[in-house]
């Protein structure tokens, strides 16, 4: 076959696999799927559910063998579970529980796998306790992700929560009434900031002052805007000064935060395309280009009973 055949063959099945990659990726699936989750969000969570009654009954039993015996221990998972957005009193049973499950379902799968004598017994053996131990450390790291992202949104949320809090403090109204609207009117845009702004609300109803319940809502989200936040009402409350004018100066520096942030991250996209350009790109343009030439002089080698 000649070296014009092969590249022809080459790009029809490059344009067939770039057309389907198209097709399976509409490029406003993202659109689509933001639009759905704010019209199925009819009010905030004030916490992570963790799935059927089956599971909440079963799951804290299984997290026996790991539950410790340090309080310290368990107290930094429960820290670390309430950052993440699980407030419940039985989430860390509850976590533990996957692990359990992620750990020894794979040990089950492959006991049967070797049984049945779908494998042989090594490798079911190998793969079994290679599974378990992803299954053991999956979970922790799926709970920074959760931590992550809760507080990009939380971060992201809060200069516009900001901006509505001073427009309603300019309209007459008191901060704790202007937190209790905006906690309302943020319930679809932003959910998560919004419940958490309605537990300051009811920690404020209990008799707690706003700059602690701030305080209080900063440690379950661990964001460092949030006590900062705390901190500038509060001496704004104890000097006097205006809080909506602090508000507002605050909400610029954090929108001014969060454009430098979005600048940074443009930045870093144009290296980390360096390396899917090199690894994917440029190899198939050396081929493209490099590939006729060097089957035509395969051809001529041939022709002269000269092996390559």
């Known amino acids: 076959m000649s070296p014009l055949i092969y590249s022809g063959i080459f790009l029809f099945v490059a344009s067939v696999v770039l057309a389907v990659g198209l097709l399976m990726t509409r490029p406003d699936s ?127 949320a809060l200069p516009d929560a900001l901006d509505m809090v001073v427009i309603c403090m300019d309209g007459g109204m008191s901060l704790n009434a202007a937190l209790q609207r905006v906690a309302k009117e943020l319930r679809v845009a932003h959910p998560l900031l919004a419940a958490e702004l309605e537990l300051v609300q009811r920690s404020g109803e209990l008799g707690q002052t706003l700059p602690d319940a701030l305080r209080q809502c900063a440690s379950r989200v661990d964001l460092e805007e949030l006590t900062l936040l ?10 006097g000064s205006s809080v909506a004018k602090a508000l507002r100066v605050h909400a610029e520096s954090l929108r001014a935060v969060r454009r430098q942030q979005a600048e940074e991250a443009a930045q870093r996209a144009s290296i980390w395309i360096l390396f899917p350009t090199m690894l994917f790109i440029l190899p198939v343009t050396f081929f493209i280009v490099l590939a006729p030439a060097i089957l035509r002089a395969v051809d001529v080698l041939k022709s002269m009973n000269i092996q390559p």
Not at 37 to 42: E, I, M, N
Not at 230 to 239: D, G, L, Q, Y
Request: positive net charge.
């Open 30 to 156: 993202r659109i689509e799927n933001r639009v759905a989750q704010l019209a199925a969000t009819a009010s905030p969570s004030l916490g992570n559910e963790w799935g059927s009654p089956w599971a909440e009954r079963v799951l804290p039993r299984m997290a026996v063998p790991l539950l410790s015996s340090d309080e310290a221990d368990r107290q930094l998972l429960r820290t670390r579970l309430i950052h993440a957005g699980y407030y419940g009193s039985n989430s860390m049973a509850m976590f533990l529980g996957i692990k359990v499950l992620l750990t020894l379902a794979p040990l089950g799968l492959a006991s049967a796998s070797a049984l049945v004598g779908l494998a042989p017994p090594l490798i079911c053996a190998l793969m079994g306790c290679l599974l378990a131990a992803v299954g053991l450390i999956i979970p922790s790291f799926w709970l920074d992700h959760l931590l992550s992202e809760r507080q990009k949104c939380i971060r992201r």
């Open 230 to 239: 705390a901190r500038i009402i509060a001496e704004a409350e104890r000097f």
